[in-house]
């Protein structure tokens, strides 16, 4: 298995309260990626990164913030929680780029009240 | 726009049968991706299979196969010899976008009856 952890693995907070979630590797894989996943939508990807201090928005970026200042770690910031971002995010690495095969990470739960 | 599509919002088979789920994909982008992920209960997701556009033969993991039909663009996932551990969630995804852009499907929910 590949070894990525997130943290914390369930929350509930407050709308309006700011939330980060981390995301921790030990392959060294440069690509990481922040997904979220609903009901009736499958995953969609909210930010990526391809490096350290490169990152780009996804699909659902809006009311997302991501930083990397390490290859091992990927921060996915909520500045300011709302009850739509109420959802599963996962986290997910890739050696060589969303073209290849990702390893996803186990999941948070998070639950804006 | 690029889009996944899975019709099939939940199959039943019988353990030790083949089972054909479904996938149809949208894109105007001659160079793409086709992947298929399985979700079981416990949540994770985890990688089965993976066919490129350019790909001349259809893509083989195991009891896994990538039914590819590039003019009706459709990426069918076939599960040979189903079994019980095979019960989960399966997702249908696409990479394309010059690679950049990942759009995954609903989900079928594939449920193994002894």
């Known amino acids: 298995d590949a070894g990525i952890t997130q943290s914390p693995r369930h929350k509930v907070t407050e709308t309006g309260t700011p939330v980060t979630l981390r995301c921790h590797q030990t392959e060294n894989h440069r690509y990481m990626y922040w997904y979220r996943q609903d009901p009736g939508h499958g995953l969609r990807l909210i930010h990526y990164?391809?490096?350290?201090?490169?990152?780009d928005k996804g699909e659902v970026s809006d009311g997302y913030s991501v930083s990397r200042s390490k290859t091992e770690d990927f921060l996915l910031t909520l500045e300011s929680a709302t009850s739509s971002q109420t959802s599963v995010y996962f986290c997910?690495?890739?050696?060589?780029?969303?073209?290849?095969?990702?390893?996803f990470g186990p999941g948070t739960r998070l639950t804006v009240t | 726009a690029q889009k996944i599509t899975q019709t099939q919002p939940g199959m039943f088979v019988q353990e030790k049968e083949a089972v054909t789920l479904d996938c149809t994909y949208d894109t105007s982008d001659p160079s793409y991706g086709l992947f298929w992920y399985k979700q079981p209960s416990s949540g994770e997701m985890i990688f089965l299979i993976y066919?490129?556009?350019?790909?001349?033969q259809n893509a083989t993991e195991g009891r896994y196969s990538l039914n590819f039909q590039k003019a009706r663009k459709s990426a069918n996932l076939v599960i040979s010899a189903s079994q019980l551990g095979d019960s989960a969630m399966y997702f249908c995804a696409m990479i394309s976008g010059g690679y950049q852009k990942v759009t995954f499907g609903i989900g079928t929910k594939l449920q193994v009856i002894p």
């Open positions: 066919q490129g556009s350019y790909d001349q």
């Open positions: 990164s391809y490096g350290v201090k490169d990152t």
């Open positions: 997910a690495i890739s050696e060589q780029g969303l073209a290849y095969e990702q390893y």
